[in-house]
């Protein structure tokens, strides 16, 4: 499995663990003392799905991009009529 799709797995992953955690939340009546770490944990799972979404669908993932295909663009060389050393 590539770094991508992995990463894409773990944000589903969350995103869908969350849902359960709000369905729950509705449909189950929790326990007063077990209410406090719930809420906890929803709202740690929500935020890792937020921020899996927003890498995903915001600029993080096509800046990403970006830097991979620059870093696959072909290297001058001195003989090339546009080269240009760096320094």
Do not use: C, H
């Not at 869908?16 to 944990?41: D, Y």
């Not at 899996?52 to 009529?81: C, H, I, V």
């Amino acid at each position: 499995m590539t770094r991508q799709k992995t990463r894409f797995v773990l944000a589903l992953i969350a995103i869908v663990l969350g849902g359960l955690i709000v369905a729950a939340l509705i449909f189950w009546p929790i326990p007063e003392g077990n209410r406090e770490p719930l809420m906890l944990a929803l709202g740690l799972v929500l935020a890792w799905g937020g921020t899996a979404y927003g890498f995903f669908f915001g600029s993080s993932e096509g800046s990403a991009q970006k830097t991979e295909m620059l870093n696959q663009r072909p290297q001058g060389t001195p003989a090339d009529p546009v080269f240009v050393e760096e320094e």
